[in-house]
């Protein structure tokens, strides 16, 4: 198994006890937003609950133009007027994808409903796997579901850290991503942060900082079809059990749905437990949701944790992942990342521990195919780097430009305004 796998699928949390400073700002250049955009905002409800829908796909179709919605249902999305847009669609797992026409112009805090698949589905054969056997076949068509070509992806990436229910760490980025061929090694792929920015907290009692090392590498790492280190190497599949499940629909396509959990078997480190989503015409993973197994919390430790101070007892609860990919033209490309660290903190001695929370996730939201170069060593962001030590500008309202994000939650929102109101 590569070293990669015992690692991490990420980069580490480091725990360290400092003081944290004012952000200073920092200027960024490489990108002005300058092409003229309009914008479609508002919130995708389920039309059959009126329930506000998170993590919806919203893309527009026969472009890599997209973004997410965030955990209130709510999204914006800014369309380049070259993109010559007629529609934009939203997709989610378990609903029929919604079109909604558009005209070139803003459309502001629209409501949009999405209807749940029907429990009467047109009949289908579908042919009877063996779960491993499927998942065998779908690595084997790799090379031909995703592209053979290299991609340069434009996405939005952002990572909290919580002490309790209080933000005291908020970074967020536009980077840039090489993806080499699929049939080419990941570490070929590299990651370059074009505009970031960030908030912390001052309060001393929040000088106990968690740092997520080489966070806009998610999209590198934590691409399972790509790094099959993380769980779809050949010689790791013996590792877990793999059970079908109950057919859904993504993308308005039937799609095999595979659990798989580790058998009992002495590893050196933590396996991984979960689903995989699996297109049944094609084949092709379009979804992965997996967590860290817990049984042996010294093993889950290992695998995220860089550094602490003595005297300080790391106590991880919970790691999981979503990772998505969406379709175009009969290839598919890496879509959405979303990771989730949950752990205790205390000191030998106290009686009381402390609860975190670090999130990262990451959308694309363009993505360009041709006569594609790769990201240079010097401009690749390293995995050794904190993004919140190496972006400082959190006040420009105009900071994103034509950029696509996803929204900040209600609560993100808040944290921020309240955050802002403690350097003035």
């Known amino acids: 198994m590569k070293s990669i796998f015992k690692c991490s699928i990420l980069?580490?949390?480091?725990?360290?006890?400092?003081?944290?400073?004012?952000?200073?700002?920092?200027?960024?250049?490489?990108?002005?937003?300058?092409?003229?955009?309009?914008?479609?905002?508002?919130?995708?409800?389920?039309?059959?609950?009126?329930?506000k829908m998170e993590y919806v796909n919203?893309?527009?179709?026969?472009?890599?133009?997209?973004?997410?919605?965030?955990?209130?249902?709510?999204?914006s999305l800014k369309i380049i007027e070259s993109a010559n847009a007629k529609e934009i669609e939203f997709s989610h797992i378990g609903f029929r994808n919604s079109r909604f026409s558009v005209r070139g112009e803003n459309?502001?805090?629209?409501?949009?409903?999405?209807?749940?698949?029907?429990?009467?589905?047109?009949?289908?054969?579908?042919?009877?796997?063996?779960?491993?056997?499927?998942?065998?076949?779908?690595?084997?068509?790799?090379p031909d579901n995703y592209s053979k070509n290299p991609n340069l992806l434009t996405g939005f990436y952002r990572e909290t850290?919580?002490?309790?229910?209080?933000?005291?760490?908020?970074?967020?980025?536009?980077?840039?991503?090489?993806?080499?061929?699929?049939?080419?090694?990941?570490?070929?792929?590299?990651?370059q942060v074009l505009k970031g920015r960030k908030l912390l907290s001052t309060k001393k009692s929040d000088t106990l900082a968690v740092k997520l090392l080489g966070g806009p590498n998610l999209s590198i790492l934590a691409d399972v079809v790509k790094n099959p280190d993380v769980m779809l190497a050949q010689e790791s599949l013996g590792y877990f059990k793999f059970i079908m499940s109950e057919t859904t629909l993504i993308n308005d396509r039937l799609h095999y749905v595979v659990k798989f959990e580790p058998v009992d078997i002495n590893l050196p480190y933590a396996l991984y437990y979960g689903k995989f989503y699996i297109d049944t015409e094609t084949l092709c993973f379009t979804r992965a949701e997996f967590s860290l197994d817990m049984k042996d919390r010294n093993k889950a430790t290992q695998m995220i944790l860089k550094k602490k101070p003595a005297g300080l007892r790391f106590k991880p609860e919970e790691v999981s992942y979503i990772v998505s990919y969406k379709e175009r033209n009969g290839?598919?490309?890496?879509?959405?990342?979303?990771?989730?660290?949950?752990?205790?903190?205390?000191?030998?001695?106290?009686?009381?521990?402390?609860?975190?929370?670090?999130?990262?996730?990451?959308?694309?939201?363009?993505?360009?195919?041709?006569?594609?170069?790769?990201?240079?060593?010097?401009?690749?962001?390293?995995?050794?780097?904190?993004?919140?030590?190496?972006?400082?500008?959190?006040?420009?309202?105009?900071?994103?430009?034509?950029?696509?994000?996803?929204?900040?939650t209600e609560s993100l929102e808040s944290a921020v305004n309240k955050l802002k109101k403690g350097y003035k």
């Open 58 to 75: 919203i893309s527009v179709p026969g472009t890599g133009i997209g973004t997410v919605t965030n955990e209130d249902g709510e999204f």
């Open 11 to 51: 980069s580490f949390l480091m725990v360290i006890f400092a003081f944290l400073s004012n952000p200073a700002i920092a200027q960024n250049t490489q990108h002005d937003g300058s092409e003229k955009y309009f914008t479609i905002s508002g919130i995708v409800k389920n039309s059959a609950n009126n329930k």
């Open 331 to 408: 290839i598919s490309y890496l879509n959405y990342i979303r990771n989730e660290i949950k752990f205790k903190c205390d000191w030998k001695r106290r009686l009381f521990a402390t609860n975190y929370e670090v999130m990262s996730e990451m959308v694309v939201t363009d993505n360009e195919m041709e006569n594609i170069a790769s990201i240079s060593r010097k401009d690749a962001f390293s995995i050794n780097n904190s993004l919140s030590d190496k972006v400082m500008n959190f006040y420009d309202e105009d900071f994103w430009g034509s950029y696509n994000i996803i929204e900040p």
């Open 107 to 142: 459309i502001l805090n629209e409501t949009f409903y999405m209807r749940p698949k029907s429990k009467e589905l047109p009949e289908i054969v579908i042919r009877s796997w063996e779960p491993r056997k499927l998942i065998e076949e779908a690595i084997s068509r790799i």
């Open 161 to 191: 850290a919580k002490k309790g229910r209080n933000y005291i760490n908020i970074a967020e980025a536009i980077v840039q991503m090489y993806k080499s061929p699929y049939t080419e090694n990941v570490h070929f792929d590299k990651v």
